[in-house]
């Protein structure tokens, strides 16, 4: 039996499966990972600082204008769409074999590939808040520069600096996320880790929880975990999801 034969029939006995992903997930729907040696050359060319920097809570309360230009350039991609990915992973949500999505990446693109039960480790860029009074505003208002000064949005109900509800680095994670994605990966028979390295932490320990059956890993690189997994493809996620997942929804 091949490989893709036998990560078919895993997937098409089990109905408890749980996904682990990261930013190689969202690469193949056109946004770049900004860790890349080519996002890192880019931010210092461009910004004088490196991702890590700009992205950080202590950057963002010193220069909220020179993060915001970073943010809206590198991190927000209004226009990408769904890949293979996400589209498999939803449709096994709705055959009632997979009962969780736990990503790392904010773009929201599992959602609108169909998936509901989405646990977003770093947040998500459709979601944003006044810091001042708590009002709530989607990703188009932030993206509007009606809505803002010098690249920050403005909120206006009480003109405080809205900010993106992404964990910035020196931010913790949400404790209610943390504990759903760790009783969901617990609690599964199948964990499948595609597109992610495993390099960013505290995030990549929870699969560290996992108790099942079998672990499936697709990433085109080589990862600290591949020699756990039972079964690992170094190929992209997209196209091994769409080879073993034959009833993918289109419409998204």
């Known amino acids: 039996m091949g490989v893709i034969e036998e990560l078919k029939e895993i997937i098409d006995s089990s109905e ?12 193949e729907s056109g946004i770049p990972d900004f860790r890349s040696a080519e996002g890192l050359y880019n931010a210092k060319t461009e910004f004088g600082y490196s991702p890590e920097e700009i992205i950080s809570h202590s950057f ?39 009962k969780a999505v736990v990503t790392q990446n904010i773009d929201g693109l599992h959602q609108l590939a169909g998936s509901s039960n989405v646990l977003e480790l770093h947040g998500s860029v459709h979601k944003n808040k006044c810091m001042k009074c708590g009002a709530n505003y989607d990703l188009n208002y932030i993206m509007n520069e009606h809505n803002c000064k010098d690249f920050v949005p403005i909120c206006d109900k009480c003109g405080g600096i809205v900010k993106p509800e992404v964990v910035l680095y020196e931010e913790p994670l949400d404790d209610i996320v943390v504990s759903d994605s760790l009783r969901a990966i617990e609690n599964s028979e199948i964990l499948i880790i ?18 099942g059956r079998k672990i499936i890993l697709i990433n085109k690189t080589v990862t600290r975990a591949d020699n756990n997994a039972d079964i690992v493809i170094h190929n992209s996620l997209a196209d091994i999801m769409r080879l073993v997942v034959n009833t993918i929804n289109e419409e998204y």
Do not use: C, Q
């Open 16 to 27: 408890n499966i749980v996904f682990f992903g990261g930013a190689g997930v969202s690469t």
């Open 60 to 98: 963002f309360m010193r220069d909220p204008s020179i993060f915001y230009k970073y943010y809206k350039k590198n991190m927000i991609y209004t226009d990408a769409k769904p890949n293979y990915a996400h589209k498999a992973l939803a449709t096994l949500e709705k055959e009632g074999k997979l």
């Open 194 to 211: 595609g597109g992610t390295s495993l390099a960013v932490y505290p995030a990549a320990n929870l699969i560290n929880y996992f108790k």
